[in-house]
């Protein structure tokens, strides 16, 4: 069994002992004293590695070669991280390294685990077995922002077409990062096929920890919405109408978090009965009105395809268990540094 254990005292230097000049000389006698103290210093700058578990009430222990049970210690044994506190004592469940701070997560077998969900999805633990506390913090409100969304007027389950089997037109949302900073931020529209509403855009805002409203309506609005991305600028747009002579185009400008009204189109009717053709306060005619509104509906861009999941709490559950993709993982764990600096330089010397 293989078994190394991390004492910073046991770290020695062993250059200067290998480059002992007394090794050079040609006696036979200085050439064997000088393999012995080499062999002697050895020893001691590295000490046994075998050692036994020994369980006692219940609780496990890890005695060294000595018979001193390893204490205040890390342990790596197969391959695998073990904690020994007071006494001696293996580690389970959340523990806090005195060492460096940091709050690590050890299984109910003491070994430390890493990228994974702990204690039915509460916490996630990242490289290195650290729990990722802003990640978690991330997924708790999402989810919350994301059930306060679920339609109080349908009821909460899955509803099925009894013919086919396929769900019925339900709202659905999908996470989406929609200002390209890594985060992944809340759209909601009204069905999965051919959505014609938004219900909801919410934008994270990494150093405020919430999420910022964009837009919201109802899904019986009046008025259609749709979101669309112009890849050849890399701008998402918002066009709201109301399907005949009303067009407002919005254009969304990720450093103040809002959607900036662009363009305005309606048309009214004369005391003669007469339709007449606005372009923001001006009046035109309707032909320049009608090529006007088809080259922004043009230049808006195309629907940003995204992955859409039902709108409905045991789905939206599941989603915030999805293990992260590396991108999105390596993105908290700079998060959780930059918050553990933060909270160090806030913390009042005692």
């Avoid at 002992?17 to 200085?30: E, I, M, Q, Y």
């Avoid at 001006?282 to 195309?302: A, H, L």
């Avoid at 395809?305 to 599941?318: G, K, N, T, V």
Wanted: glycine share 6%.
């Amino acid at each position: 069994m293989d078994a190394r254990i991390l004492k910073k005292e046991y770290v020695y230097s062993l250059r200067a002992a290998a480059g002992s000049t007394a090794l050079f000389f040609p006696c036979p006698h200085v050439i064997l004293f000088s393999l012995l103290f080499f062999l002697l210093l050895s020893l001691k700058a590295f000490p046994s590695q075998a050692g036994d578990w020994v369980q006692e009430k219940g609780k496990w222990y890890f005695y060294e070669a000595s018979g001193v049970p390893l204490e205040n210690e890390w342990l790596e044994w197969n391959g695998k991280w073990y904690y020994f506190g007071n006494g001696g004592q293996m580690k389970t469940g959340f523990f806090t390294d005195p060492g460096d701070g940091r709050r690590y997560y050890l299984g109910p077998d003491g070994v430390l685990v890493y990228n994974t969900f702990v204690e039915d999805g509460k916490y996630y633990i990242g490289d290195w077995g650290i729990e990722l506390t802003r990640f978690d913090d991330y997924r708790k409100k999402t989810e919350k922002a994301l059930k306060a969304l679920v339609i109080k007027n349908r009821p909460n389950r899955l509803e099925t077409d009894t013919m086919t089997g396929v769900f019925m037109d339900l709202p659905v949302f999908a996470l989406y990062d929609l200002n390209e900073d890594g985060f992944r931020d809340i759209l909601a529209f009204n069905r999965a096929d051919n959505p014609d509403r938004v219900l909801s855009v919410q934008i994270w805002q990494p150093e405020e920890s919430e999420y910022a409203a964009l837009t919201e309506s109802d899904p019986d609005d009046f008025r259609y919405s749709f979101l669309r991305r112009n890849n050849d600028t890399g701008f998402i747009w918002l066009h709201i109408t109301d399907g005949n002579y009303l067009h407002d185009f919005f254009y969304f400008d990720m450093w103040v978090y809002r959607f900036v009204h662009q363009e305005h189109y309606d048309a009214d009717v004369d005391e003669y009965g007469e339709v007449i053709y606005y372009y923001g306060e001006n009046d035109v005619q309707p032909y320049q009105w009608g090529d006007s509104v088809n080259t922004m509906e043009e230049f808006i861009g195309q629907p940003i395809p995204m992955q859409l999941a039902f709108l409905h709490e045991s789905i939206i559950s599941d989603v915030m268990l999805e293990t992260p993709s590396q991108e999105e993982l390596h993105l908290w764990e700079s998060v959780e540094e930059s918050y553990e600096e933060a909270t160090k330089k806030e913390t009042p010397r005692q």
